[in-house]
């Protein structure tokens, strides 16, 4: 079964605990096929699992507790692969990243790449105008493009 990625607002629960369960039941049904690889892509995680400090709600820590017991715990579930992607590492729990196998960072499209983006979303562009957008807009992410 293939399911587009989940936005971690998608995780959030108003009463206290169903957000963790969700999380549990997402990250577990791996063990109900254990021959099958199951992945878990969530976007926007750093609204997950926060920097934790000594002001955090119960109901934050709780959250972070479950995935960290899931992704290498208590509840390893070892055909799990899980990714995530954020734009504020810097505001991510510590623990979170440490048990992340792998951490990748994916930076701002290349001039060539800029041109092919331009040259998609605005197809009767002049190639004098083009190549003049193409400078002009270095730095700027893919969906700033568009």
């Known amino acids: 079964m ?13 009463l206290v605990g169903q957000s963790e ?12 096929l254990p021959h099958l690889m199951c992945c ?14 000594e002001d ?3 109901g934050k820590v709780a959250k972070i507790s479950v995935l960290l017991s899931v992704l290498e ?14 734009n504020r590492l810097h ?3 510590e623990a979170f990243l440490r048990r992340m196998s792998g951490k990748f960072f994916v930076g701002r499209p290349s001039s060539e790449a800029r041109k092919r983006i331009l040259d998609k979303a605005r197809n009767a562009l ?14 700027f992410s893919g969906a700033a493009l568009r």
Do not use: Y
């Open 2 to 14: 293939l399911a587009p990625p989940l936005a971690a607002g998608e995780l959030e629960r108003p």
């Open 21 to 32: 369960a969700v999380i549990l039941s997402l990250c577990t049904r791996g063990n109900r």
């Open 40 to 53: 878990i892509s969530i976007d926007e995680i750093d609204s997950l699992a926060p920097r934790r400090d």
């Open 56 to 58: 955090s709600s119960e």
């Open 73 to 86: 715990g208590i509840k390893d579930v070892p055909n799990l692969m899980f990714f995530s992607a954020t």
């Open 91 to 93: 505001m991510m729990d």
């Open 126 to 139: 002049n190639p004098k105008i083009l190549k003049k957008l193409v400078v002009a807009t270095t730095n």
